[in-house]
């Protein structure tokens, strides 16, 4: 194929670090691309009062794909007091800049596959009959809607009058919330549109025909939230058995499957769900495959082919100071896996991957998430792996 030009947009903390040894990995296995920096994040909401310039928007507007570190955030006052003092008196809010691009691009669906490696000390375990200990296999796809819901981003504390008026129309409301003084009251709304309720469900359904799932569940809450998640599920309901009888379509509850999530969690396939919901399941499941520096993320715009691939972790500005990085780089590489996928380049992430899992069966290289030690600067001392190190595993076995 030809060469590739790629957004490369380190953002915070340690997003940095992972990005630039991802990097050297995409090098070593033979993919050929040029990367150009794009500036999001905090130095840039402090410092220009814009988490997201327009020159990382028009970056990625031309080169369509992206490869994102990490971003840190803050409340609404601390955001406010750390920027400029020249800025302050702008009336600028502080807005995630990732939520930022997934609206601005239309990066409805989100991709979060959470797969166990053979080998990794972090992998779930329990206790099975005859107190054996039990290593299920997780193999799941979370599919989960990026740009409406409960991050839509239509709220209001003191809401206006006129929306104010409205609410007031709803009798419970009116019921449950009118004898509030209007300026105590603040609403977030969770907004869900048939045309993107739908766009989720099918990107679902064929993962799930695409790579031999037998099952699709809407993990939502119908039985309560009966107008936004029982759209869903009644969508849901109508698609399978329109163009997908062989897909069984199961109904779980966020709160229920939170709990089954350690019963048996080698039982599901690809989870659907809105945008919050979406993110507590994935992180949940995250967690049974060794946490977040297993945890990686596709997010994308189907008719456009933009797409920005992500680790789910934070920043955590406590490491990126360390001396020698200590952080586990695997989800930023397996998100560039997923980037690979995207633009049909399959062998080259396929090598990546296998050379991830050899270095996690073998278990002679271990950063200090996976060697179970406390997150110090000092465990590359007593034996943990560096992010340098780690790669330079991966690389050797590619």
Same mark, same amino acid.
């Given at each position: 194929?030809?060469?590739?030009?790629?957004?490369?947009?380190?953002?915070?903390?340690?997003?940095?670090? #992972?990005?630039?040894?991802?990097?050297?990995?995409?090098?070593?296995?033979?993919?050929?691309?040029?990367?150009?920096?794009? %500036?999001?994040?905090?130095?840039?909401?402090?410092?220009?009062?814009?988490?997201?310039?327009?020159?990382?928007?028009?970056?990625?507007?031309?080169?369509?794909?992206?490869?994102?570190?990490?971003?840190?955030?803050?409340?609404?006052?601390?955001?406010?007091?750390?920027?400029?003092?020249?800025?302050?008196?702008?009336?600028? #809010?502080?807005?995630?800049?990732?939520?930022?691009?997934?609206?601005?691009?239309?990066?409805?669906?989100?991709?979060?596959?959470?797969?166990?490696?053979?080998?990794?000390?972090?992998?779930?375990?329990?206790?099975?009959?005859?107190?054996?200990?039990?290593?299920?296999?997780?193999?799941?796809?979370?599919?989960?809607?990026?740009?409406?819901? &409960?991050?839509?981003?239509?709220?209001?504390? %003191?809401?206006?009058?006129?929306?104010? %008026?409205?609410?007031?129309?709803?009798?419970?409301?009116?019921?449950?919330?009118?004898?509030?003084?209007?300026?105590?009251?603040?609403?977030?709304?969770?907004?869900?549109?048939?045309?993107?309720?739908?766009?989720?469900?099918?990107?679902?359904?064929?993962?799930?025909?695409?790579?031999?799932?037998?099952?699709?569940?809407?993990?939502?809450?119908?039985?309560?939230?009966?107008?936004?998640?029982?759209?869903?599920?009644?969508?849901?309901?109508?698609?399978?058995?329109?163009?997908?009888?062989?897909?069984?379509?199961?109904?779980?509850?966020?709160?229920?499957?939170?709990?089954? &999530?350690?019963?048996?969690?080698?039982?599901?396939? #690809?989870?659907?769900?809105?945008?919050?919901?979406? %993110?507590?399941?994935?992180?949940?499941?995250?967690? &049974?495959?060794?946490?977040?520096?297993?945890?990686?993320?596709?997010?994308?715009?189907?008719?456009?082919?933009?797409?920005?691939?992500?680790?789910?972790?934070?920043?955590?500005?406590?490491?990126?100071?360390?001396?020698?990085?200590?952080?586990?780089?695997?989800?930023?590489?397996?998100?560039?896996?997923?980037? &690979?996928?995207?633009?049909?380049?399959?062998?080259?992430?396929?090598?990546?991957?296998?050379?991830?899992?050899?270095?996690?069966?073998?278990?002679?290289?271990?950063?200090?998430?996976?060697?179970?030690?406390?997150?110090?600067?000092?465990?590359?001392?007593?034996?943990?792996?560096?992010?340098?190190?780690?790669?330079?595993?991966?690389?050797?076995?590619?």
């Amino acid at each position: 194929m030809s060469r590739r030009t790629i957004v490369a947009m380190p953002g915070d903390g340690i997003g940095k670090t #992972v990005l630039d040894e991802t990097i050297r990995v995409l090098d070593a296995a033979g993919f050929e691309a040029d990367y150009v920096e794009g %500036d999001i994040g905090w130095e840039f909401w402090c410092n220009e009062g814009n988490p997201l310039p327009q020159r990382t928007l028009d970056l990625i507007e031309k080169h369509k794909i992206g490869l994102f570190g990490a971003i840190t955030s803050k409340p609404k006052d601390e955001a406010f007091n750390e920027l400029k003092p020249e800025l302050q008196e702008k009336g600028l #809010v502080y807005s995630s800049p990732i939520v930022g691009l997934r609206q601005h691009f239309g990066l409805d669906i989100c991709l979060r596959p959470c797969r166990t490696y053979k080998g990794n000390p972090l992998n779930f375990i329990r206790r099975g009959q005859g107190d054996v200990i039990e290593e299920p296999e997780v193999d799941v796809a979370i599919f989960r809607q990026n740009t409406e819901g &409960l991050y839509g981003g239509v709220e209001w504390s %003191d809401p206006p009058e006129h929306v104010y %008026d409205a609410l007031m129309t709803h009798p419970k409301f009116s019921k449950n919330f009118g004898w509030s003084p209007k300026e105590d009251i603040s609403v977030s709304t969770r907004i869900f549109s048939k045309k993107f309720t739908e766009r989720i469900l099918r990107a679902a359904f064929e993962h799930a025909k695409k790579y031999g799932y037998k099952s699709v569940t809407v993990c939502e809450k119908p039985n309560v939230i009966r107008e936004t998640s029982g759209m869903m599920y009644k969508m849901a309901q109508q698609i399978q058995k329109a163009d997908y009888p062989n897909i069984e379509l199961w109904n779980t509850n966020i709160d229920a499957q939170m709990m089954w &999530l350690t019963k048996n969690p080698e039982n599901y396939g #690809v989870i659907v769900a809105g945008n919050m919901f979406g %993110d507590i399941v994935s992180d949940g499941f995250a967690g &049974l495959i060794g946490g977040l520096g297993f945890a990686c993320s596709a997010q994308y715009n189907p008719e456009t082919g933009i797409g920005v691939f992500e680790p789910t972790h934070g920043s955590a500005p406590k490491y990126a100071d360390y001396p020698v990085s200590i952080v586990n780089p695997i989800a930023m590489m397996e998100s560039a896996c997923m980037m &690979l996928d995207f633009i049909d380049e399959q062998e080259i992430a396929k090598k990546i991957r296998k050379a991830i899992a050899e270095v996690v069966e073998e278990g002679k290289v271990r950063t200090y998430d996976m060697a179970k030690m406390p997150g110090r600067a000092d465990v590359v001392d007593n034996g943990a792996a560096s992010t340098e190190e780690m790669t330079d595993a991966i690389i050797t076995k590619l």
